[in-house]
Protein backbone atom coordinates (compact mmCIF):
# COMPACT_ATOMS: atom_id res chain seq x y z
CA UNK A 1 0.00 0.00 0.00
CA UNK A 2 1.17 3.28 -1.01
CA UNK A 3 -0.21 6.94 -0.52
CA UNK A 4 1.34 9.67 -2.09
CA UNK A 5 0.44 12.73 -0.94
CA UNK A 6 0.85 16.58 -2.37
CA UNK A 7 0.13 20.21 -3.21
CA UNK A 8 2.03 21.77 -0.60
CA UNK A 9 3.66 24.72 -0.63
CA UNK A 10 3.98 28.68 0.58
CA UNK A 11 0.57 30.40 0.78
CA UNK A 12 0.01 34.02 2.24
CA UNK A 13 -2.55 33.70 4.95
CA UNK A 14 -6.17 33.76 3.49
CA UNK A 15 -5.08 31.90 0.66
CA UNK A 16 -6.00 28.18 -0.52
CA UNK A 17 -4.36 25.43 -1.21
CA UNK A 18 -5.51 21.69 -2.52
CA UNK A 19 -3.80 18.49 -1.31
CA UNK A 20 -4.26 15.63 -2.94
CA UNK A 21 -3.29 11.90 -1.99
CA UNK A 22 -3.68 9.00 -3.93
CA UNK A 23 -3.07 5.82 -3.25
CA UNK A 24 -2.00 2.75 -4.45
CA UNK A 25 -1.62 -1.08 -4.06
CA UNK A 26 -5.42 -1.29 -2.31
CA UNK A 27 -9.27 -1.29 -2.67
CA UNK A 28 -9.42 2.19 -2.57
CA UNK A 29 -13.27 2.05 -1.71
CA UNK A 30 -12.37 -0.41 1.25
CA UNK A 31 -11.37 2.24 3.16
CA UNK A 32 -12.04 5.36 5.39
CA UNK A 33 -9.64 7.57 4.40
CA UNK A 34 -7.96 10.80 6.53
CA UNK A 35 -6.07 14.03 7.08
CA UNK A 36 -3.46 14.90 10.16
CA UNK A 37 -1.05 17.42 10.47
CA UNK A 38 2.00 17.75 12.42
CA UNK A 39 3.83 20.97 13.46
CA UNK A 40 6.79 22.08 14.20
CA UNK A 41 6.95 20.98 17.93
CA UNK A 42 3.87 20.03 18.45
CA UNK A 43 2.32 16.79 18.52
CA UNK A 44 0.18 14.83 15.15
CA UNK A 45 -3.49 16.13 15.30
CA UNK A 46 -6.48 14.78 13.28
CA UNK A 47 -7.71 17.43 10.84
CA UNK A 48 -9.91 16.09 8.69
CA UNK A 49 -11.87 12.63 7.69
CA UNK A 50 -14.48 10.86 4.80
CA UNK A 51 -16.04 7.82 5.11
CA UNK A 52 -16.19 5.01 2.61
CA UNK A 53 -19.51 6.48 1.00
CA UNK A 54 -18.17 9.37 0.72
CA UNK A 55 -21.30 11.52 2.18
CA UNK A 56 -19.86 11.16 5.69
CA UNK A 57 -17.17 13.56 7.08
CA UNK A 58 -15.88 15.01 9.99
CA UNK A 59 -13.77 18.21 10.79
CA UNK A 60 -11.67 19.79 13.47
CA UNK A 61 -12.77 22.74 15.14
CA UNK A 62 -10.16 24.56 14.22
CA UNK A 63 -10.38 23.71 10.56
CA UNK A 64 -14.77 23.55 10.20
CA UNK A 65 -15.97 26.27 7.86
CA UNK A 66 -11.81 26.10 6.05
CA UNK A 67 -11.70 23.00 4.92
CA UNK A 68 -13.02 20.43 2.86
CA UNK A 69 -11.95 16.18 2.50
CA UNK A 70 -13.35 14.90 -0.98
CA UNK A 71 -12.78 11.31 -2.34
CA UNK A 72 -12.61 10.34 -5.86
CA UNK A 73 -13.12 6.17 -6.27
CA UNK A 74 -12.62 5.91 -9.26
CA UNK A 75 -9.19 7.64 -9.19
CA UNK A 76 -8.35 6.51 -6.19
CA UNK A 77 -7.63 10.07 -5.20
CA UNK A 78 -8.87 11.81 -1.06
CA UNK A 79 -8.32 15.74 -1.36
CA UNK A 80 -8.34 18.62 1.06
CA UNK A 81 -9.46 21.72 0.06
CA UNK A 82 -7.91 24.14 2.76
CA UNK A 83 -8.86 27.86 2.09
CA UNK A 84 -8.95 30.83 4.19
CA UNK A 85 -5.44 29.35 5.37
CA UNK A 86 -4.02 31.02 8.78
CA UNK A 87 -0.63 30.74 9.71
CA UNK A 88 -0.74 28.30 12.40
CA UNK A 89 -2.23 26.03 9.69
CA UNK A 90 1.39 25.59 8.83
CA UNK A 91 2.77 22.09 9.50
CA UNK A 92 3.46 18.89 7.25
CA UNK A 93 -0.05 17.40 6.34
CA UNK A 94 -0.63 13.47 6.24
CA UNK A 95 -2.97 11.40 4.64
CA UNK A 96 -3.77 7.84 6.03
CA UNK A 97 -5.98 5.25 5.25
CA UNK A 98 -8.34 3.15 7.30
CA UNK A 99 -9.44 -0.32 7.11
CA UNK A 100 -12.43 -2.49 7.80
CA UNK A 101 -14.67 0.08 8.63
CA UNK A 102 -18.11 0.28 8.77
CA UNK A 103 -19.40 1.92 5.51
CA UNK A 104 -20.54 5.48 7.24
CA UNK A 105 -18.03 5.59 9.46
CA UNK A 106 -15.58 8.45 9.80
CA UNK A 107 -12.47 7.53 11.52
CA UNK A 108 -11.19 10.49 13.96
CA UNK A 109 -8.13 8.78 15.89
CA UNK A 110 -4.93 8.15 14.29
CA UNK A 111 -4.16 4.53 15.35
CA UNK A 112 -7.47 3.97 13.70
CA UNK A 113 -5.31 4.24 10.41
CA UNK A 114 -3.64 1.30 8.97
CA UNK A 115 -1.54 3.09 6.35
CA UNK A 116 0.14 6.39 6.00
CA UNK A 117 1.80 8.26 3.33
CA UNK A 118 5.11 10.36 3.22
CA UNK A 119 3.60 14.40 4.48
CA UNK A 120 3.67 16.94 2.42
CA UNK A 121 4.44 20.47 4.10
CA UNK A 122 1.86 23.54 4.08
CA UNK A 123 3.35 26.94 5.02
CA UNK A 124 1.47 29.71 5.65
CA UNK A 125 2.85 33.23 5.61
CA UNK A 126 1.57 36.19 7.49
Known amino acids: VQLQACGGGLVQAGGSLRLSCAASALTFSSYGMGWFRQAPGKEREFVAAISRSRDSTYYADSVTGRFTISRDNAKNTVYLQMNSLKPEDTAVYYC????????????????????WGQGTLVTVSS
Open 96 to 115: AAASGLYYYYTAKKGDEYTH
